[in-house]
Nanobody, 123 residues
């Protein structure tokens, strides 16, 4: 299966973007999907996750209350709605899928990764 992340772009501080993660096979409803990001010179970090078995969610502390992850099974898509964006949110955002039922740890063995989409927050 191949994942594709899209929806990135340039936005001013305080603005919003919605990222989308789609898969080449209709199966995102069966797996746990997470968003990660990597800024230049920094390590990759987990941003948000949605579990397959219970639709539980998990967020990086710095994005809680600003980002929302959701799943549209009919469209085979997982979204990351990002509001009140800050310059420190600038990074390449990746979606990944894991063959486990719930979000538990950012270091869980995510097996497939998308190619990434650039998010730049700047005035």
């Amino acid at each position: 299966v191949q994942l594709q992340a899209s929806g990135g772009g340039l936005v001013q501080p305080g603005g919003s973007l919605r990222l989308s993660c789609t898969a080449s096979e209709h199966m995102l409803n069966l797996v746990t999907v997470a968003w990660f990001r990597q800024a230049p010179g920094k390590e990759r970090e987990g941003v948000s996750c949605i579990g397959s078995s219970d639709s539980s969610t998990m967020y990086l502390d710095s994005v809680k209350g600003r980002f929302t992850i959701s799943r549209d099974n009919a469209k085979n898509t997982v979204y990351l709605q990002m509001n009140s964006l800050k310059p420190e949110d600038t990074a390449v955002y990746y979606c990944a899928l894991g063959l486990f039922g719930t979000c538990s740890s950012w270091s869980a063995p995510y097996s497939e990764w998308g190619q990434g989409t650039q998010v730049t927050v700047s005035s």
